[in-house]
C-alpha cells in the first residue's frame, strides 16, 4: 500500500502543471525545446546542435545518461545538470572547464584547464593571454604540480618550455628567464622568488640554476 500511494504522489506531483481538462498522455510528452544555462565559452546554437537527437524524445523516459553520453563528447564541458520542465522542456545547466594555459606541442595547439585536460582550441578574445605551455600535457601535469607548491605567480609567467633532458625554462612577462635543473626544481624557484625583488639582481635576465647548487646570472 505503502508502494501504491508513493507512486501516486510522484505521478501527482509531476502533472499538478496542467489543466486537468486538456487531459494528460504520458506518450505525449515530448522535448520539443532546450534551454540552456551558465554556458559563457560555448555557444547556445553549437550545443543544440550536437542535441539535435534529443529532440522529440520522451520526455519522462529521456536517460541522463544519453544526454550525458552527447554533451561530454565537448572537452570544454566539466559537467552539467538537468532539469526536466512537462510538458515538453528541458532545461540544461552546463559547468565549463577554463582554459588556464594554450599547449604549444609542434604545430597544434590546444587549450590546457587548472587540472591539465586537454581543451581544442578555439579563438577565445579573453584567453588570448595565457601562459603558452611548449611541450606536452603529460610532462607538464607533473611539473605543474610541484610548480604550484611553490606559490609563484602564474600570472607572471609567460612561456613554459620542455627540453627532451627532462627539464624546464620559465620566461616570465618582464623578460626573465629561468633555467631549471631536471630535478630539485621547485627549489630553483624559490630562490628565484626569494631574489627577484632585491636590489641586487634587478638587472639580470637570465637565472640559471642547471647546474647542481650554482647560480648563473647574465
Do not use: C
Not at 590546457?112 to 605551455?133: A, C, G, N, Q
Request: aromatic content about 14%; overall charge positive.
Amino acid at each position: 500500500m505503502k508502494k501504491h500511494s508513493i507512486i501516486a504522489l510522484a505521478l501527482l506531483i509531476l502533472f499538478t502543471t496542467y489543466t486537468p481538462n486538456k487531459g494528460i498522455i504520458i506518450t505525449k510528452l515530448h522535448v520539443e525545446k532546450i534551454i540552456l544555462e551558465n554556458n559563457f565559452l560555448l555557444k547556445d546554437k553549437e550545443i543544440k546542435k550536437t542535441l539535435a537527437p534529443i529532440y522529440g524524445t520522451n520526455l519522462v523516459f529521456l536517460n541522463n545518461s544519453k544526454i550525458e553520453k552527447i554533451l561530454m563528447q565537448n572537452d570544454l564541458i566539466e559537467s552539467f545538470k538537468l532539469k526536466k520542465k512537462y510538458p515538453d522542456t528541458l532545461k540544461i545547466k552546463i559547468f565549463e572547464k577554463e582554459p588556464t594555459f594554450i599547449l604549444q606541442s609542434g604545430a597544434n595547439k590546444f587549450y590546457l584547464s587548472e587540472k591539465i585536460d586537454l581543451i581544442k582550441f578555439y579563438d577565445f578574445i579573453d584567453y588570448r593571454d595565457l601562459p603558452y605551455v611548449i611541450g606536452n600535457e603529460k610532462n607538464f601535469k607533473e611539473f605543474y604540480i610541484n610548480f604550484k607548491k611553490t606559490n609563484f605567480p602564474l600570472n607572471s609567467v609567460k612561456r613554459f618550455i620542455y627540453y627532451e633532458t627532462n627539464r624546464w625554462d620559465l620566461e616570465t612577462k618582464n623578460k626573465k628567464l629561468i633555467k631549471l635543473p631536471p630535478e630539485n626544481y621547485t627549489k630553483s624557484l624559490n630562490s628565484y622568488l626569494n631574489l627577484i625583488n632585491k636590489n641586487d639582481f634587478k638587472k639580470y635576465n637570465i637565472f640559471d640554476y642547471r647546474l647542481n647548487n650554482q647560480l648563473i646570472l647574465k
